[in-house]
């Protein structure tokens, strides 16, 4: 029985349906769901049962799996895996990013080479919020005045992450060089990727931190027209979790944020993400 394809919105995404990730995957079906995945930007196949492993080996058919760092490293048998939740134990969470708002954002954009893919797997989902927000950067850079698309040529700007940092949210960005502590790298603010070779935009409010060879005010003024510009409701769609959702996007053209929750009910998603290379 062949898998079923359909939007999961206008804006982006895809819901692939009729298919169960536990058995062994053909390679037709494989390449339709890679297939989609670069099409959609984001991926969400429904009504899953998974257990880590199951999510591994999903993956792996992607990519190399990235490790888990630090005291969030807690599966003994995946050290790719990593929960995203509010759960505790001993009184301490176990997961990483637990409540809260989040910004957009694309994962490990602050590294040499960011993961390529993020996958998350929806275990418990609170009653209402803590939706994951996907925003898509190809309309986003396709919508910008030729002028401004060519100032952009060229342009790099500074991604950094604080680990050990707890706030999910930045109320402002950084009005001098980040800490020793930070982990930086300057990525081009235009991305082209390098499978569909369309460009994309490539900042993000969350973590982009400065224009590199622009004056502070001039870099301010740019990267908060572009950060407004790209989280505009037309470039974005809202998934509601349901238990069982394995979610998929391309953090070369995706940007994600989270909603808030009542931190009083249980979230708790599971999450590996497949390596990428240099943003080019």
């Known amino acids: 029985m062949s898998i079923e394809i359909s939007p999961l919105s206008d804006t982006l995404g895809l819901k692939i349906t009729n298919i169960n990730i536990k058995e062994s995957l053909s390679s037709e079906t494989i390449q339709k769901i890679h297939k989609a995945w670069l099409e959609g930007g984001v991926i969400c196949i429904p009504q899953q049962d998974l257990d880590e492993t199951d999510q591994v080996k999903f993956g792996q058919l992607f990519g190399e799996l990235a ?41 490990m954009c602050y590294v040499e080479k960011p993961s390529m893919a993020t996958i998350l797997y929806g275990m418990y989902i609170p009653s209402a919020g803590g939706n994951t927000l996907f925003a898509n950067m190809y309309a986003a850079y396709e919508d910008l005045e030729p002028a401004l698309k060519s100032r952009l040529i060229g342009l790099k700007a500074l991604n950094s992450y604080e680990p050990g940092t707890s706030a999910p949210m930045k109320s402002t960005r950084m009005t001098s060089q980040p800490s020793s502590n930070a982990r930086s790298f300057l990525q081009p603010i235009v991305c082209t990727h390098p499978m569909t070779q369309r460009k994309a935009l490539y900042v993000n409010r969350l973590m982009t931190e400065y224009v590199d060879g622009l004056s502070r005010s001039d870099s301010d003024d740019l990267l908060q027209f572009l950060f407004d510009h790209q989280e505009q409701k037309k470039y974005i769609y809202e998934h509601q979790w349901n238990v069982g959702d394995l979610v998929m996007w391309d953090n070369r053209c995706v940007l994600h944020a989270r909603s808030d929750f009542d931190a009083s009910e249980l979230r708790k998603l599971r999450r590996v993400t497949v390596k990428g290379d240099r943003i080019t």
């Open 67 to 107: 490790t888990t760092q630090g005291e969030y490293q807690i599966s003994k048998s995946h050290p790719s895996i990593m929960y995203i939740t509010n759960e505790k134990e001993n009184g301490e969470y176990i997961g990483a990013l637990p409540d809260g708002e989040m910004y957009f954002h694309s994962d």
